[in-house]
Each structure stands twice: as C-alpha cells, then as structure tokens.
C-alpha cells in the first residue's frame, strides 16, 4: 500500500473554478514534490518543497500555486486553468540528505478541465 | 545537461518469456543516481531500484534484474518468466542536484509500454 495518498482521485473542473489538490505522506519525508503527466509522457516536475520551503519552481503558470502547511502536507491551489491544463497530477515525497532518498509516488489525480 | 533515452517505445511479449528494457543515459556528473520506475495502468509510479554511479554491481530481486555499465552508460532491466502483471510502464530516470537542499530532480526517459500477451 502506498504511504503516498492524493485526493481527489478524479477532479473535473471549469476554466472559471477554483479547487486544490491535497497530498500527505505518513513516512517522515521532509521533501515533497508536485508533478504533471500528460498522456503517453514522462512526469514533469513542477514544485520542490524541502523542509517546507520551496525550492525549485518550474517556471509554471501562476494558475498553480503551491502550499506546504507542515511537513507531511502538500497542497496544489487550482485557479482559471485551461483545459491543457488536464492531466495527471502527481505527489512524491523523498528524504533528503540520507542514504534511501528516492521518491515514492502517490496515485495521482487526474484532472479534467471543461 | 541529463538526458535519458529509452528507444524501446513499446514492446509485446508471450507471457514467460525474459524480456529487457534499454536504458541509456548522459550526464556530466561523476556522482549520479540511476532509478527504475513502473507504472501501471492505474496511474501511481512504483519505486522498483536506485543504483548510484560508484556501484557497478547487477543486482536481482526475485524475478527482475538490472545492468549497469557505466562503460557505456546503459542501465538495463530485464524481467524474467514475464507475467501479466508486469504489464505496464517502465520509466528510467536519472537525479542531479542531489546535494542541494537534499532534495533531487529527477530526469525521465520516455518511458517502454510493456505488454505481456497471456
């Protein structure tokens, strides 16, 4: 069972809506991450957090905005998207500074913009 | 910069049968990390390896096994006796910036669609 868990699994939403998408992870892990996946495509990364600050943005649109409320949470603000906005979001988290620092993933949410 | 190439886009294969996928990848790094990733139709990516670049050694975990020859940058998978439930997406990646607040980026490959035929 992934200690990785995103929701909504399913989100539909208008170009005129605001929603967010949550992320928690149960592992300690004090670097989160936000990824997109378009269709038949690698994920690409969009937001770092490490130790609740962010530090790495992607250059995305500001229709995404990112949050950390403490260190298990991640939130991912949803605001005037445009339906090439629709895909796969994906939550990881990851140790740093340690000797096991790869990510695990949660099971994404997959957005649909209208 | 980091880059990853899987050329295999998709591969189908009669369940049972060894298959391999390809990975090869470029870095000017002399300290990196190379991961397998699948993911199935559900959409989660599950972990399956990590290999850092001063460890050359295969590695086997049940069914799955992994080369790595820093000789000529490959880092390849091949899962033996294939099942149905391997079907899926199996991504190579490869990290930089490992020391940098700790975290990691991860650069991608393009991902093999593996079928495995019943």
């Known amino acids: 069972d992934t200690e990785v868990t995103q929701t909504p699994k399913h989100l539909v939403m208008g170009m005129t809506n605001k929603k967010s998408l949550k992320c928690e992870q149960h592992m300690g892990h004090r670097a989160m991450y936000w990824y997109k996946q378009k269709a038949k495509k690698p994920p690409e990364l969009m937001f770092v957090y490490s130790y609740e600050k962010l530090s790495i943005n992607e250059s995305v649109p500001s229709r995404f905005s990112p949050e950390c409320p403490n260190s298990s949470l991640l939130n991912l603000h949803l605001h005037a998207l445009q339906p090439e906005d629709s895909a796969l979001y994906l939550c990881a988290s990851s140790q740093p500074l340690s000797s096991s620092y790869e990510q695990y993933f949660g099971p994404g949410t997959r957005l649909t913009v209208t | 910069a980091q880059k990853v190439t899987q050329a295999q886009t998709e591969i189908s294969v009669v369940e049972k049968e060894d298959v391999t996928l390809d990975c090869v990848y470029e870095?000017?790094?002399?300290?990196?990390?190379l991961f397998w990733y699948k993911q199935p139709p559900s959409g989660e990516l599950v972990f399956l390896i990590r290999?850092?670049?001063?460890?050359?050694q295969n590695e086997i975990s049940g069914r799955y096994s992994w080369n790595f020859q820093k000789s000529t940058s490959s880092f390849n998978f091949t899962i033996t006796a294939s099942q149905v439930v391997d079907s899926a997406v199996y991504f190579c990646a490869l990290s930089e910036a490992l020391f940098s607040f700790g975290n990691e980026k991860l650069t991608f490959g393009t991902g093999t669609r593996l079928t495995i035929i019943p």
């Open positions: 870095t000017r790094d002399t300290t990196y990390y």
């Open positions: 290999r850092n670049s001063f460890d050359e």
